[in-house]
């Protein structure tokens, strides 16, 4: 088989740069290891910037999202018994965000995929990319026990954060950067009304809390939980019991609580891989880099680079410049750099950590106290948040 561009993971990365490709005319083929059903059983994302919404409908794959998705204008920060909110439509010069789920988003993206008739190959086993640094790089995988090989010119690894793409940069050219944090997030999706319009981080002594939601019917909740706890240590009461104690009074009193229909725990890591190119092979999201998801940054920091990515490819297979590539790693990291930071500022602000000492925490309560002080300090964290420019 040949193709222009191959592409290892059939996430959200992937099936984006896919789906923008192929409307340009540039051939792709997609590898995913797992089956499409193991994919969209996944539960991660819910918040997209107005970057990410864009792209979705360049991509022709924004009509459920611009129907069924809710644009958000501000969430509130629960401190210290209070709840303040931030206008992020206010400080972020007239943007908002988007509020629609990682998973029905990827359905979007397989659903166009399928109607162009995209190459998307599923349980695609020991897929591994050679000769990267050839013009001839290829990929193969199995299908049972068939091998099969892949020409093409270039290779995306958009295998996420456990995928072989990154593995296959040799380790005295890749640099890894990573902070790893004491405590997980412990998330509950459940058939209720949410109990909040707008989302609420809640800073509590006995740990993170975050009410989101999915819909008016869906509600996607968050408690921070110690590393060494597991998913069986928590039963849906004991869950919403512990929830409704890190939450406001008020807010508390008005939760609809139900069955949970997902429940896992989420390690909280800070990761960067660079060079984010190695040869013909690029590395795009989770592949490169991970952040906590207290500021919403994941799978918005995967759709920067698939833009940068989408954008040189063009450039490369329609005007012969092959300039966008070249400077792909260095343009894609100083933004990934600018969420990483962002991330790690929210959730240190925001989560109790074991190992605090007391001038520790009286720092995080003047963070908390300057940011509402300053409207520089408002605007600030809403550029952030609603995503900063491609
Ligand atoms: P993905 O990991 O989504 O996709 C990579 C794909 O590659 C997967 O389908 C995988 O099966 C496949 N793959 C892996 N190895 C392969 C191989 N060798 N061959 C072929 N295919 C292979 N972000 C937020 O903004 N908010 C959140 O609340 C949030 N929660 C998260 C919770 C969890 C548990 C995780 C893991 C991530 C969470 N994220 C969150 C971040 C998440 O949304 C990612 O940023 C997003 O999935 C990135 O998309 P991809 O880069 O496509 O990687
Ligand atoms: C979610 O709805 O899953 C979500 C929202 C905002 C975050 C993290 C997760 O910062």
Same mark, same amino acid.
């Given at each position: 088989m040949k193709t222009q561009v191959c592409i290892i993971g059939g996430g959200p990365s992937g099936l984006m740069l896919s789906q923008l490709l192929h409307l340009k005319g540039i051939n792709t083929v997609v590898l995913e290891r797992q089956s499409r059903e193991y994919v969209l059983g996944r539960i991660r994302a819910g918040v997209l910037e107005h970057g990410f919404a864009a792209?979705?409908?360049?991509a022709q794959c924004g009509e459920r999202m611009d129907k069924e998705g809710e644009i958000h204008d501000g969430f509130i920060i629960a401190h210290d018994g209070k709840m303040d909110r931030i206008d992020l439509h206010k400080y972020s010069g007239g943007s908002s965000v988007v509020v629609y789920g990682q998973t029905e988003l990827t359905r979007d993206l397989y659903e166009a995929r399928d109607r162009m008739k995209g190459i998307v190959i599923h349980n695609a086993e020991d897929v591994q990319p050679h000769d990267l640094k050839s013009a001839n790089p290829y990929v193969t995988y199995r299908n049972g026990d068939e091998v $099969? #090989?892949?020409?093409? @010119?270039? $290779?995306? =690894?958009?295998? =996420?954060f456990h995928g072989v793409s990154r593995k296959s940069i040799p380790r005295d050219v890749l640099k890894e950067y990573e902070k790893v944090y004491p405590f997980g997030w412990l998330g509950v999706l459940s058939r209720t009304k949410p109990v909040s319009p707008e989302l609420i981080y809640a800073k509590?002594? #006995?740990g993170f809390a975050l009410c989101s939601l999915r819909s008016q019917v869906l509600s #996607?909740?968050?408690?921070? $939980?110690p590393l060494t706890d597991t998913v069986e240590d928590w039963s849906d009461e004991a869950f919403w019991a512990e929830l409704k104690r890190r939450l406001p009074a008020e807010v508390a009193a008005k939760l609809i609580t139900g069955a949970s229909i997902e429940k896992s725990i989420a390690p909280l890591r800070s990761f960067v891989a660079e060079p984010m190119r190695y =040869?013909?092979?690029?590395?795009? =999201? @989770?592949a490169a880099h991970i952040v906590p998801p207290t500021g919403a940054r994941g799978l918005n920091s995967a759709a920067s680079d698939i833009y940068y990515l989408y954008h040189a490819m063009v450039a490369h297979y329609q005007n012969g410049d092959s300039t966008g590539l070249d400077k792909y790693s260095e343009k894609a990291l100083a933004r990934v750099w600018k969420a990483q930071r962002f991330s790690w500022w929210m959730t240190t602000m925001l989560h109790t950590f074991p190992d605090s000492i007391a001038y520790d925490q009286k720092l995080q309560d003047t963070d908390l106290a300057y940011l509402f002080s300053s409207e520089k300090a408002l605007g600030s964290?809403?550029?952030n948040y609603v995503g900063l420019p491609f």
């Open positions: 792209l979705m409908r360049e $099969v #090989r892949i020409d093409c @010119d270039f $290779v995306i =690894g958009a295998d =996420g509590h002594e #006995r #996607r909740y968050y408690i921070q $939980v =040869g013909n092979l690029f590395l795009a =999201g @989770d964290l809403a550029e």
